[in-house]
């Protein structure tokens, strides 16, 4: 047995593998890697680690460790049987040595948490195990699309376990999202995976469920987004068969960001402003604006410097970006009639916003009550749940989604009226 454990710090995850390993009877030997960069922590794991044979602690980045590794040949590279991953969740910077070291080898990723994923994954020997306990966001989303495409091609998929809490197992680290704990075997056949659910680390009330391969990963597309279905979780939408395209829709993020603008934003309304749609005007029970509470802002002063934010008086549906841990819902949408007075110059969306809109036009209002109504439906609530650990509802979200024809929500907009 050879484990990596990159970025291993106190060497937890190296010491808990240890005491495993010791009391299996089959297990003749054990050497375990410990990549750590903290020259403290390295030292300190050195220092206990002492006199025991196999344990090596590697004062190094992990990055170009596992780098240098791969630029060897196969007969001098470092193979493990084994890795166990706590990786640090931090951005990599885009001009950074890292992401320019990782970028000559082909691998274009944002996060070091999936960088250490991608590597260790590559340093495993054929059948070797990977575990990892890692934010949830790999699993869909664009930036995270060409390690999806990694772990299928080169591994099956055995278990994932989602601890549904946002905050328990990064909350020294401000990650805002559902963490989920990854085993993968390289090289190996895929056939059905294990997902399983908990509320928290003490894995208490543990669900686990036995899903075929396809339930979990959507092939269809090039997107491989992981779906991860607790209870009664719609894998698929009922009646929604069409990709946005096919809709003939379209969804963006609001153009306005509230401090670049600030001179320019009004609490009320006046001949020189427009109506701004900001994520505290989208409730439950649909568009509340303009918002009487004084310190939000509901308007947009338009000059030469804010034209270009404005989109034409229309019908469109908002969805709002973010949603805290506490609010039942995840999606919250809203019907917007940006056809009155007010909106005589056209409507802003604000950055913490996703507006839907037919090529920069509004929509039919029948189509566009239909497609709120539809937003809101407690199946897409769901379904994005399945799909979606974090708080943020992305357009890459939306755009992954399938909808029901033209014709069937404006339908559902004559019925929700």
């Not at 047995?1 to 106190?10: I, K």
């Not at 001009?95 to 320019?100: I, K, L, Q």
């Not at 299928?152 to 999202?177: C, M, N, T, W």
Request: glycine share 6%.
């Amino acid at each position: 047995m050879r484990l990596l454990d990159p970025g291993a710090g106190a060497g937890a995850l190296s010491e808990s593998f240890a005491r495993l390993c010791a009391n299996a009877t089959k297990i003749l030997t054990v050497e375990i890697d410990a990549v750590e960069q903290d020259i403290l922590l390295a030292q300190s794991l050195e220092e206990r680690w002492k006199g025991i044979a196999g344990r090596r602690v590697i004062q190094e980045n992990f990055v170009f460790f596992a780098l240098a590794e791969l630029e060897k040949s196969a007969a001098f590279r470092v193979s493990y049987t084994h890795a166990l991953l706590n990786p640090p969740y931090v951005r990599i910077a885009r001009d950074g040595d890292e992401a320019t070291a990782l970028r000559k080898h082909g691998i274009h990723l944002t996060n070091l948490y999936a960088a250490f994923i991608s590597l260790s994954l590559k340093l495993l020997s054929s059948g070797g195990e990977l575990v990892a306990i890692v934010p949830r966001s790999f699993c869909n989303g664009r930036q995270y699309q060409s390690l999806r495409t990694q772990i299928l091609r080169e591994s099956s998929i055995e278990r994932i376990h989602v601890i549904d809490s946002r905050r328990d197992a990064f909350k020294h680290d401000g990650v805002i999202q559902e963490n989920v704990i990854l085993k993968l075997r390289k090289g190996a056949p895929q056939g059905d995976i294990e997902v399983s659910f908990s509320k928290n680390s003490t894995f208490e009330d543990t669900r686990k469920y036995q899903r075929p391969f396809a339930e979990v990963v959507e092939v269809s597309d090039e997107s491989s987004v992981f779906r991860l279905a607790d209870k009664d979780m719609p894998l698929r939408l009922t009646g929604a068969r069409y990709p946005l395209a096919l809709v003939s829709l379209s969804v963006s993020t609001g153009q306005v960001v509230d401090f670049r603008v600030a001179l320019h934003l009004r609490s009320f309304i006046s001949s020189e402003t427009a109506p701004l749609i900001h994520a505290h005007h989208i409730t439950e029970g649909g568009l509340e604006w303009p918002t009487s509470e004084p310190e939000k802002m509901n308007a947009l002063v338009v000059d030469p410097t804010t034209k270009k934010f404005l989109m034409p008086r229309g019908h469109y549906v908002v969805v709002r970006r973010f949603s805290s841990k506490e609010q039942p819902r995840r999606v919250v949408a809203a019907y917007v009639n940006a056809t009155t007075a007010e909106f005589r110059d056209g409507v802003a969306f604000e950055n913490h916003v996703n507006f839907f809109h037919v090529n920069r036009q509004g929509l039919e209002r029948l189509l566009a009550v239909g497609l709120a109504d539809f937003l809101n439906s407690s199946e897409v609530d769901d379904f994005i749940r399945a799909v979606s650990g974090s708080t943020q509802i992305n357009v890459s979200d939306l755009k992954l989604m399938k909808f029901p024809g033209r014709d069937e929500l404006s339908s559902r907009g004559t019925t929700a009226e």
